[in-house]
């Protein structure tokens, strides 16, 4: 595989689990075994109850559209051919917000508020990242 030319992140005991389901080509979000809350960032504590005790889910991987931007400008060599592009703020249906970009979309069929469905790029041979595109109908 090619060198990556973008940021990558940083892979560590507390999103490990995150990021080997995107590999396996799906979101795995925490769940607090007390609550049911479900969360993400991950996290050793639940934000709504305090527990400690959490076990990871695989996600429906669908949501919606909450906001997003449409970047004209590169922060970052690596993006410079795709400029424009749209990151956005997706809520999952299991209540969680996360930040990625839209693919397979054109800027003006963006809204706030269309479903979206998880897709994966693979990055590297050991990463893999989560995408989003617009359900289809």
């Not at 609550?35 to 991987?61: N, V």
Request: hydrophobic fraction near 35%; aromatic fraction near 10%; glycine fraction near 6%.
């Amino acid at each position: 595989m090619a060198d990556y030319a973008k940021p990558l992140p940083i892979i560590g005991e507390p999103n490990r689990e995150f990021w080997d389901g995107c590999k396996a080509g799906e979101i795995r979000l925490q769940r607090c075994e007390d609550c049911g809350q479900f969360r993400y960032p991950p996290s050793p504590l639940c934000r709504q109850c305090l527990s400690l005790k959490s076990t990871w889910m695989k996600s429906k991987g669908t949501g919606t559209v909450f906001s997003y931007v449409v970047y004209h400008q590169a922060f970052h060599k690596g993006f410079q051919e795709e400029i424009p592009y749209i990151v956005a703020l997706i809520d999952l249906e299991e209540g969680v917000r996360l930040v990625s970009r839209i693919k397979n979309c054109p800027i003006e069929a963006v809204s706030i508020g269309m479903k979206v469905s998880a897709i994966f790029e693979p990055a590297t041979d050991e990463l893999t990242l989560p995408f989003f595109e617009p359900v289809k109908d």
